[in-house]
């Protein structure tokens, strides 16, 4: 509870001891809105029954009533207006009133002024900030988020949302110090934004009594950086949030601060950190420990602070009812049909960059601008990637040529060795090689990971996407020399094989799609580089036996090795003349299309069937079970003038 309403109840003892009567009304609206227990109106009809009702109502004004959450004040006096005790919640607020009435008057103009600054500059999303013309509506498109509450030191969890952020959890007080963490473009920053603007507006709408935003009499909203070189709050409240000609002293916005029930919410604390005195002090309670903190950070970066937080919230990537929602509030807004947005959904190539917000927004603003129904999943990545690296030019004031070559190319190689561990992480003795690995964390692929070991702790990075790990291991690769290149290539294994023996429990296998998230993105990254492609897809075809003539009418020829460069072709937008020829050159007798084969087969053979091979090769197309309509099936099958199947089944 506030100290001025703690003041008031104390200065008006004898006249609410005298005048509150403990009725059942007054109880009931008092538990109702959880000012009270079920085990505080036991005890307090405990001491009215066998003591008198003066001494029950002493008890609540000093037991009970301080000890609960600031707006439990201002409920107690909703409690008596509503209970038929008018006259005494008018007595305390006139008290008030005369003793704050100097006050008010600065606190409503100061109030006033940050929650117009919040309804003006935090009601649209940029998420291109270097594009400042490309902005959503937040109201329109937010999403709101589920947060896993961390329920003990064992690392248990519970899903709460956004309305649960400032309820009281295990020990039943009201939280101080809260902290959402979560990986890059998760939705931290939106959800600190959301909860100032929400306040910005006022009205507490459906949430009206609960722990809401709305229950503190001001919000303050920081990004991390802005306390950096500030040593108070007052002081960065005056430099960030308000304009230069508003007119209040810093002691005045300190005793407002002091005063009244604020939650300072900062964002970023992973982004400005380091030397950052102000916001240390407030996070360890040196300064106003009374006050609400809400911090957002990656993981990982408020280590040795932990434990000063009374709640850690994690925030995660979408589901797929929240990837849906995601989608249809853009469609809405944008004005136009959600369909092609809801299909994206279930590409699979990309399914893993619909659960992060920030890479859904770019899809669809990607997707938007094209209005080819599908494009490479190369192109995809190499937008985003680009995004990604204005994004961080942008925030680290550097020019995207340097991002490139100092921040992203030991990125690159990271990403390649810890491909080739198989491991997604980077560990210290990898960075400690990169004189600015800190701006690398920064530009959004790594995320600070905890040690393996608590004995001999270690810093390690891990990256947020395995596909980006792949995405950019194939960057190293293209950025290599052509030998060097090949030789990373001859190394991989071509050949499918499957073991299993049931009685010594041996199951084991290898087939070459697992080498072809990277190969993949290798053809489309160098998809320009005619003579690299064709050096690169011989050697498939040397390694996979795409030459050679396979059995016409199995059913066991599955999409599998000899395929394998059909797959990789249909990450081309054009097949380059160099490559035809040799494609040519090199055709099988025969090509066994199946209906195991992948939509990425389907789309290769599509290409392959563009070359217009003279004579033309011919092909077995095995179509039973084709269920699904596949955009990619139905030319084909226009397409290939089809063999006819003795077992009498139509091709969908
Ligand atoms: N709840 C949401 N509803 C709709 N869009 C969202 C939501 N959360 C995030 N986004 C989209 O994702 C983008 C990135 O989100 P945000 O900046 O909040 O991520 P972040 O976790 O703070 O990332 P970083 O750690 O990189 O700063 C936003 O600009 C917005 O377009």
Redesign the pocket.
């Known amino acids: 509870m506030e100290d001025r309403h703690k003041e008031c109840l104390k200065s008006n003892r004898d006249f609410l001891c005298s005048n509150i009567s403990l009725s059942t009304g007054l109880l009931a609206k008092l538990s109702e809105s959880g000012v009270i227990t079920d085990e505080h109106l036991q005890k307090l009809q405990n001491i009215k029954r066998n003591d008198t009702t003066k001494a029950a109502v002493l008890e609540f004004l000093t037991e009970v009533l301080p000890r609960r959450a600031p707006e439990a004040f201002n409920l107690f006096l909703e409690a008596l207006s509503e209970s038929e005790q008018e006259h005494i919640a008018d007595h305390l607020k006139k008290w008030l009133g005369d003793i704050c009435s100097e006050d008010a008057g600065t606190f409503k103009s100061l109030r006033a002024e940050l929650r117009s600054h919040y309804e003006r500059r935090l009601a649209s ?3 291109m900030p270097w594009q400042q013309d490309i902005y ?1 509506n937040l109201t329109d ?5 589920q947060l896993k509450l961390k329920t003990n030191y064992k690392g248990d969890e519970r899903i709460v949302t956004m309305d649960d952020l400032f309820t009281p959890q295990q020990t039943k007080e009201i939280p101080r110090r809260l902290l959402i963490e ?10 600190c ?2 909860l100032a603007h929400e306040w910005g507006k006022q009205s507490c709408g459906r949430h009206c009594r609960t722990l809401c935003v709305h229950s503190f009499d001001l919000v303050l909203y920081f990004h991390a950086g802005d306390f950096i070189d500030e040593e108070s709050v007052a002081h960065a409240v005056q430099k960030h949030l308000l304009p230069s000609d508003y007119s209040i002293t810093t002691s005045e916005l300190q005793g407002i601060i002091k005063a009244k029930n604020v939650l300072i919410i900062v ?2 604390f ?2 400005a950190n380091a030397g950052n005195r102000t916001l240390d002090r407030l996070i360890e309670g040196d300064i106003l420990r009374h006050k609400t903190l809400l911090i ?1 950070s ?1 993981p990982n970066f408020l280590q040795n602070k932990l434990s000063l937080f009374d709640s850690k919230f994690k ?1 995660e990537g979408y589901d797929i009812r929240e990837q849906l929602q ?1 989608v249809e ?1 853009y469609a809405a807004h944008q004005n136009i049909a959600s369909a092609p947005f809801e299909s994206m959904l279930e590409e699979e190539s990309i399914i893993d960059l619909c659960s992060n ?2 890479n ?2 770019l899809l669809c603003l990607l997707r938007e601008e094209d209005t080819q129904l599908r494009i490479t999943r190369t192109a995809l990545y190499t937008s985003i990637h680009r995004i990604i690296k204005q994004k961080a030019a942008k925030r680290l004031n550097l020019i995207e040529a340097e991002v490139e070559e100092s921040l992203l190319r030991p990125l690159y190689r990271f990403a390649f060795e810890a491909h080739r561990k198989n491991e997604t992480v980077v560990g210290e003795n990898d960075f400690k090689k990169v004189k600015n690995f800190q701006q690398v964390c920064e530009v ?1 692929y790594l995320t600070r990971e905890l040690s393996i070991s608590r004995l001999q702790p270690e810093v390690r990075f891990q990256f947020t996407h395995k596909t980006f790990v792949e995405f950019l291991t194939a960057k190293h690769i293209a950025e290599m020399d052509r030998e060097e290149r090949l030789n990373w290539m001859q190394h991989l294994r071509y050949a499918d094989y499957r073991i299993r023996i049931k009685e010594l429990a041996i199951d084991d296998g290898f087939y070459v799609e697992q080498n072809e998230p990277i190969l993949a993105f290798l053809f489309g990254l160098l998809e320009e580089e005619s003579a690299e492609l064709t050096q690169m897809a011989s050697l498939v075809i040397k390694e996979t036996h795409f030459s050679s003539e396979h059995h016409p009418i199995s059913f066991e020829s599955s999409c599998n090795a000899s395929h394998q460069l059909l797959r990789l072709l249909a990450e081309l937008n054009v097949v380059p003349p160099e490559l035809a020829d040799v494609i040519c050159k090199r055709r099988p007798p025969l090509i066994n299309i199946h209906h195991y084969c992948s939509d990425s087969c389907m789309k290769g053979m599509l290409k392959l069937c563009n070359l217009r091979f003279q004579p033309p090769i011919p092909m077995n197309l095995i179509v039973r079970y084709v269920t699904r309509f596949n955009p990619f099936r139905a030319p084909l099958l226009i397409y290939i003038r089809l063999r006819e199947w003795d077992e009498g089944y139509i091709p969908y």
Do not use: M
């Open positions: 999303i940029r998420p959503l498109v937010f999403v709101e988020r979560g990986n890059p473009g998760i939705g931290k920053s939106t959800i934004q959301t964002d970023a992973d982004e957002t990656r925030v995601h509030r917000p920030l859904l927004t959004g």
